[in-house]
């Protein structure tokens, strides 16, 4: 059984958005129903919905950072009721079973997680995202957000926030650390908020100094210009830890050579074409270059109560959920206009 729901959909790889509909399974014993209040406009929608990855199932609709509201639940159902404040991120779904799994870093599941959208699920049909009227996920899958952050400032959080959240943590930002974020947009504008709460010491390396006084505001100690030569020399040898949120390639060398021993560079970012470098850069200061992607269950939720904790959400431009305000807010985040995060009012959808 299913129940018919209103979206925005990208018939084809990069047509316009438009009106329709699609059908969400019927409650299950351990399912929780929401409307959607918000949903952020992710750079990887943008990367799926032009097939800039890899061929992307259509019709999609996109969004993975969605906040709303239950409506309903499940019998089973033991974590959540009816009007709590909920989220649901970039997968809905996971094997459960693999080391990943029970270490609760499902979303490195070895059977492959089953993302919100642009997936199918294991039992058959295609999976759709946020940009949704209604929304319908297992309660395991389900995140609570926390009183003190409102749903549009939160929604972002659920990719943008745990994408950043997670290699700081794991890679130990905190006092005493010399952290980088490359790239002040929808990531890294919450990766700067994050690290300053975690305590570290931390430079937003942005190509231009255009937004430099919102870096500040954010907490920056320190902003710099790539597009200015004089940055990689004055910086030489300086972080412990540079996450790179850039969605372009970058000339990694580069980058690499502002590590100082034992620094690592994180790359969330994904553009389409491959990157390179050269073993020098990593072997010259025994540095290391990694990636990352997203985070846990457990570690989403451990993110959202930090934030809640240190007053952080996301900075929002709030969209009306028309297709034509879609596609515009699209060429906005591609050219780097966008202060920080588009979330789309998806409660104004008609039904
Ligand atoms: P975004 O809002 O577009 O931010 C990316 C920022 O990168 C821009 O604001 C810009 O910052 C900088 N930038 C853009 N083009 C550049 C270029 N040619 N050279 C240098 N810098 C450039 O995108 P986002 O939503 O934060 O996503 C960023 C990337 O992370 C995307 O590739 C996305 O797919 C990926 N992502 C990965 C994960 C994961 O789990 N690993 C999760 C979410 C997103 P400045 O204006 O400050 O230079
Ligand atoms: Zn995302
Ligand atoms: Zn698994």
Not at 164 to 191: D, E, F, N, Q, R
Not at 219 to 246: M, S, W
Not at 256 to 268: I, P, Q, T, Y
Not at 316 to 343: C, G
């Amino acid at each position: 059984m299913t129940t018919t729901t209103p979206v925005l959909s990208v018939p084809t790889p990069s047509a316009a958005f438009e009106r329709s509909t699609i059908e969400r399974r019927d409650v299950g014993a351990h399912d929780v129903a929401f409307d959607v209040a918000f949903c952020g406009i992710c750079h990887s929608d943008i990367h799926q919905a032009r097939n800039e990855w890899a061929e992307g199932i259509f019709p999609m609709v996109p969004g993975h950072e969605v906040a709303g509201t239950v409506t309903a639940v499940g019998d089973e159902v033991t974590k959540f009721a009816v009007g709590d404040r909920v989220g649901v991120g970039c997968f809905v779904d996971s094997c459960r079973e693999c080391e990943n799994c029970e270490a609760g870093e499902e979303q490195y599941c070895l059977k492959g997680e089953v993302p919100t959208y642009n997936g199918r699920f294991y039992e058959g049909g295609d999976t759709y995202g946020g940009y949704s009227k209604h929304f319908v996920v297992h309660e395991d899958y389900t995140l609570r957000i926390p009183e003190g952050i409102s749903l549009e400032e939160a929604a972002p959080l659920l990719c943008a926030g745990i994408t950043t959240y997670s290699p700081l943590h794991h890679w130990g930002a905190g006092p005493g650390k010399k952290v980088a974020i490359v790239g002040m947009g929808g990531l890294g504008h919450l990766g700067v908020k994050i690290a300053v709460a975690m305590g570290a010491e931390v430079t937003v390396l942005s190509q231009s100094l255009k937004k430099e006084e919102d870096g500040r505001r954010l907490g920056a100690q320190h902003y710099h210009a790539t597009e200015d030569k004089q940055t990689f020399k004055d910086l030489r040898g300086t972080f412990d830890l540079i996450v790179n949120t850039v969605a372009a390639n970058l000339p990694v060398d580069k980058y690499l050579s502002l590590l100082r021993l034992d620094g690592a560079m994180v790359n969330v970012g994904i553009p389409s074409d491959a990157d390179s470098f050269h073993a020098f850069s990593l072997a010259g200061m025994r540095r290391s270059l990694a990636g990352s992607k997203i985070g846990g269950i457990r570690e989403t939720q451990e993110m959202l109560d930090f934030c809640a904790e240190h007053g952080i959400g996301a900075e929002v431009e709030v969209l009306a959920p028309e297709p034509a305000v879609i596609d515009e807010a699209y060429e906005r985040v591609v050219a780097s206009d966008v202060r920080y995060r588009f979330v789309i009012d998806m409660a104004a959808l008609e039904d």
